[in-house]
Structure formats: C-alpha cells, structure tokens
C-alpha cells in the first residue's frame, strides 16, 4: 500500500516486552502507519486531548478507565491488558501499628498516592471481599488529588505535600499503613530491610497465586485505550489492534523461549517454561478470557464510590472486540 494512504495512529511507547514488536515494527497493521508518542498513564489532572479523543492509542492506568467513560471522556477500552502488577507485596505496615492481619487495618491511618490509581482499588477490594477487612473508618492520606468525583459522602481523606513521600511518612509513624504502588530499587530496599516496616502478607507470592487459581485474576493495572472518536471514524481499527497486540505477545513469548530475547536474566527461558506450566499465561488479552476480572473490578469501583453504576461492556469496550 502506498504510505501516502496510510492512517498515522497515536501510538505510545511502552517499555514491555510483550508489546515491544509492536514498537518494531515487527507487526504490520494493514492501512495503519503508528506515530509513536510518549504519555502518561496517569490522569491527574484535566487532558484536553483524552478528553476530546484527539490522540490515538493510549496505555492507561485502569484506575481511571470507568470514571473517565462515566464523566464522557472519548476513550473506548480495548481487551488488552498491557501491564498487570502483583497486589499483595505493595502492602506495608509501620511495625508498632498493631497491624497483623487485614481485619487490623480497621480504623488506621493508610497512605497512598492517589484513591483511585488501579492497584490501590485492587488492594481495597480484595482486602474487604476476601480477607473480611472492615475499611470504612479508614483515613486514606494522599498526595495527588482527584480528577473524577469520588461518591462517597463518608470518605476520610487528608491530601498532604510531596515534601515527604510515603515510604518516608509510613517509617516516621505518620502512617499505620501504606497501599501504593512501589516502581524504585531503593524504596524497594528501604521498605524490605527497614526494622520499623513489615509487609502485611509476608508471602505474598502464595495470596497471589491462590487468588489467580481461585479466580483467574491476575491483577492488570494498565490497559490499551483508544480514541472513541477514532472508533467512530474506523470502526474497522479496533479488531486489527487487538489482533496485533495479541501476535505481539506471541513474538515475545517466542523470543523467550527461542532464547533470543535479550533480557538480563539467567535461564530466562527455563524461568519462563516454569511460569507457564504454574500460571499458563496471566497475560490473558480479551473479554472472554478475563471477565472475572472486569467484573470484579467494575465491581469494586462501584463499591468503593469511584463510578455511580455500573457499566456495561458496549460502554466500556469498543465494538470491534466485543466478540473477543
């Protein structure tokens, strides 16, 4: 096809592996030519263009997905999952907060980024739903502050500085507890040899995967949104993107297991043919593969305030994919 009759398509640079030939060019889209950008996953603040629906692909926090759909955002979901994040191990408690089970977070102080970034409405939801955690007297203290209305009268929140973060806030004593994603080395190595912090499920490996065997969710945090106004326009684009997501993954699962991949890790390939024959493959894309966890997710978004009711998978998933 000649390039002058390509479609140019917003499309974000992702640093994981399962997408990555996407990102080289490894995967053709038929008519479609991608303009790489970079983006935030994050809504924090207003977005004219995710708002408008001028931009093409993005890869977003869930978190926002369904507040941003009930506020009329022009997004529409594709059933591509791009990043999931283990739940469990982000849970930390101050060692003098008389926190030992999750029935103890009753009452607490937690601190957290923000309310409703998506690992945070995992973490509440499973708490309460599978371990009996009473949070409703709970003081969520916050740094970001909310660009969805949260509809939840009774709600404690003190929003405080980013003097200090929240692994330094929770090591002070100002925080009993801290539910937050956690992307850096050394808060890592703070948090994992500090003597006053301890993690509420020390083998978190174990809740992880009972919840994946009892279930089949394997928490994601980040999914492929597209422009809903593009959708209208193209309404053929969304199936090819999720058939080229999808190839991708196969290309870097192979590369793995091809033993060609390139990552910095001994026996990658061996370490791989474990995870598949104890987790078959947690990367699940589509909607019949993963609606437990749409469910349960819209679920909890209802339960917690941050979407008023719930939605349904036409409003939530462009028609392209429905069928996926």
């Known amino acids: 096809m000649n390039s002058e009759k390509l479609l140019e398509v917003e499309f974000p640079v992702m640093r994981y592996d399962i997408t990555l030939p996407l990102l080289e060019d490894r995967v053709p889209i038929e008519g479609v030519k991608l303009k790489r950008v970079k983006s935030s996953s994050m809504i924090n603040k207003e977005d004219p263009k995710m708002k408008s629906g001028d931009f093409g692909l993005c890869d977003l926090n869930i978190g926002y997905f369904l507040p941003a759909i009930e506020a009329g955002w022009e997004i529409i979901g594709l059933p591509v999952f791009s990043k999931r994040k283990p739940v469990y191990q982000l849970i930390f408690c101050h060692a003098d907060s008389g926190i030992h089970a999750p029935n103890d977070l009753a009452g607490k102080k937690i601190g957290s980024r923000?309310?409703?970034?998506?690992?945070?409405?995992?973490?509440?939801?499973?708490?309460?739903?599978?371990?009996?955690?009473?949070?409703?007297?709970?003081?969520?203290?916050?740094?970001?502050?909310?660009?969805?209305?949260?509809?939840?009268?009774?709600?404690?929140?003190?929003?405080?500085?980013?003097?200090?973060?929240?692994?330094?806030?929770?090591?002070?004593?100002?925080?009993?507890?801290?539910?937050?994603?956690?992307?850096?080395?050394?808060?890592?190595?703070?948090?994992?040899?500090?003597?006053?912090?301890?993690?509420?499920?020390?083998?978190?490996?174990s809740e992880d995967h009972d919840l994946y065997n009892e279930t089949g969710i394997f928490t994601p945090?980040?999914?492929?949104?597209?422009?809903?106004?593009?959708?209208?326009?193209?309404?053929?684009?969304?199936?090819k993107f999720y058939a080229a997501f999808e190839q991708a993954k196969k290309i870097a699962y192979d590369d793995i297991l091809s033993d060609r991949s390139g990552f910095s890790v001994v026996y990658l390939r061996e370490r791989m043919r474990e995870q598949r024959a104890t987790w078959g493959d947690p990367w699940k894309y589509g909607i019949d593969a993963n609606r437990a966890t749409i469910d349960t997710f819209a679920k909890y978004n209802v339960e917690q305030g941050l979407i008023r009711s719930q939605l349904t998978y036409a409003d939530m998933f462009a028609a392209g994919t429905l069928d996926t």
Not at 124 to 147: P, T, Y
Not at 230 to 235: A, C, G, K, Q, V
């Open 221 to 239: 945090v980040h999914m492929i949104v597209m422009s809903r106004k593009l959708d209208r326009e193209h309404p053929e684009l969304a199936a």
């Open 114 to 205: 923000t309310y409703r970034t998506a690992l945070t409405v995992w973490a509440r939801g499973l708490l309460q739903e599978r371990h009996g955690a009473d949070l409703a007297n709970v003081e969520w203290v916050l740094q970001a502050k909310e660009v969805f209305p949260v509809h939840d009268g009774a709600l404690k929140i003190e929003y405080v500085d980013d003097k200090k973060n929240m692994v330094e806030r929770l090591i002070a004593g100002e925080l009993d507890a801290i539910i937050t994603d956690i992307s850096d080395t050394k808060l890592f190595e703070t948090l994992e040899s500090h003597p006053k912090v301890r993690r509420l499920f020390p083998d978190y490996i």
